[in-house]
């Protein structure tokens, strides 16, 4: 029983719980019946590592006493009774298994064998499930899951040093996104498309938007750049009833589109402004979950 707690620790902790998952959505039938059967037991992993443990711990214990018993008597009992059992140990209850269960055949096996596990789970539940909550209380996290978020990332940017320019800068801008300041992805203003409210909307405007792909266009007031009066969703180009051949002028579109929004009770467009040092992940949720998805980002600069 050492040997198979020994074992099946390594066979179930091998795979991480994304990877298990990925094989039950795979489309090979019986290895997502494998890995449903190892899932169950894989997410109480801390509960498992002490079952395990504990389990182990208590037959060696045995087995030990019962070989020191078997060796009264003999020349040399003294280095017998600390020898023999700790190499029969270590070659049967350690080397042997996990060497078994690192290979593929630990996953079968693991799989196979889940109602010996789930009796292993039974008799130490007592001991056991204490002492997995102290460790996930105090640990934080899974005791097997030894990759913090630093060396994740770092993983993630090794990997994406193999491949192709656009997927490496993808690649390595979702790593550190989450520490990213708004100030380090913002578009300079000076770089921003955007429609002045006297510029005419016409048939060439229209196709530079489409063409560009831009969804929603800032519009600036006809002196200063700076200073944001709108915001032009290409979508509500539909809703307009004036008639853009006659190449109506962008202020009138928007009030416009401002008037059907009052009549369905709407919010009008307000410039959302923004601290140039504030999280990006916290803006893009705001984002996610407000009904804005544009944002003036700004610098506050104090006065003596």
Request: net charge positive.
């Amino acid at each position: 029983m050492s040997a198979y707690s020994s074992g099946m620790t390594l066979g179930y902790m091998k795979f991480s719980i994304v990877e298990l998952n990925t094989f039950i959505n795979g489309g090979d039938a019986v290895l997502a019946k494998r890995a449903r059967r190892i899932l169950r037991f894989r997410r109480y992993s801390n509960y498992l590592v002490v079952s395990f443990s504990l389990f182990s711990s208590v037959f060696t214990v045995l087995f030990t006493t019962t070989v020191e018993q078997m060796l009264n008597g003999e020349p040399n009992e003294s280095i017998l009774k600390i020898a023999v059992p700790a190499m029969i140990s270590l070659i049967f209850a350690e080397m042997i298994p996990q060497a078994i269960c690192n290979s593929n055949l630990g996953f079968d096996l693991a799989s196979g064998l889940w109602f010996v596990s789930a009796l292993i789970f039974f008799v130490t539940f007592p001991v056991a499930y204490p002492v997995s909550l102290v460790l996930e209380r105090f640990l934080k996290r899974d005791v097997r899951e030894v990759l913090t978020e630093e060396e994740k990332a770092c993983m993630i940017q090794n990997m994406a040093k193999n491949a192709n320019e656009k997927v490496k800068t993808i690649l390595e801008n979702a790593t550190t996104f989450t520490n990213k300041k708004v100030g380090e992805l913002m578009v300079p203003i000076e770089d921003v498309f955007m429609l002045s409210k006297s510029q005419k909307l016409n048939r060439s405007t229209i196709l530079t938007l489409v063409e560009k792909g831009y969804t929603r266009v800032p519009v600036y007031d006809d002196k200063n750049r700076n200073t944001i009066v709108g915001l032009l969703n290409m979508k509500d180009l539909n809703l307009v009833t004036c008639d853009l051949s006659k190449e109506p002028q962008v202020k009138q579109v928007l009030r416009q589109l401002d008037s059907l929004k009052e009549a369905k009770k709407k919010a009008k467009f307000e410039a959302k402004y923004v601290n140039i040092d504030m999280n990006a992940q916290l803006l893009l949720n705001q984002m996610r979950t407000g009904d804005f998805h544009f944002a003036c980002v700004v610098k506050y600069m104090t006065y003596e």
